[in-house]
């Protein structure tokens, strides 16, 4: 019996996944992040100008290189955070996000990012 290898990304390929890890998970998560430091009042580097963009834009950087790299090979530790439509090559971006979308523990991902950020930004904003 042969095995077929799993086709190779190319580097097209590769940035839309990263692309997708970073924007569609880093990017709540880590904005939730700098909304809590911001709020308990421990704003060193979140404070400073653009300090907020800069954590959030590196964290998501690095949560998609983690994700990406190390998802496929331990499933167990990313099962979670990893997703394989994001790094499927038959399927296009669109579609890529699309049947991401359509999963249904992505609806309860989204809700529950989207109420602890809506949480944190009132907190953020009674602070002044």
């Given at each position: 019996?042969?095995?077929l290898?799993?086709?190779k ?9 990263l692309a997708?890890y ?34 959030v ?6 949560h ?8 496929a ?10 997703e ?21 523990n992505?609806a ?15 907190g ?5």
């Amino acid at each position: 019996m042969s095995a077929l290898a799993a086709p190779k990304l190319t580097s097209r390929q590769q940035l839309e996944c990263l692309a997708l890890y970073g924007v569609l998970q880093g990017v709540p998560i880590y904005s939730g992040v700098a909304l809590a430091i911001k709020l308990i009042n421990a704003a060193e580097f979140v404070g400073e100008p653009f300090g907020a963009v800069t954590f959030v834009a590196m964290m998501s950087i690095f949560h998609a290189l983690l994700t990406s790299g190390l998802g496929a090979k331990f499933p167990h530790f990313f099962r979670h955070s990893y997703e394989p439509l994001f790094a499927d090559t038959t399927l296009s971006f669109s579609e890529r996000v699309t049947r991401w979308l359509a999963q249904p523990n992505t609806a309860l991902q989204l809700l529950s990012q989207a109420l602890l950020l809506s949480a944190l930004a009132i907190g953020v904003a009674s602070i002044g």
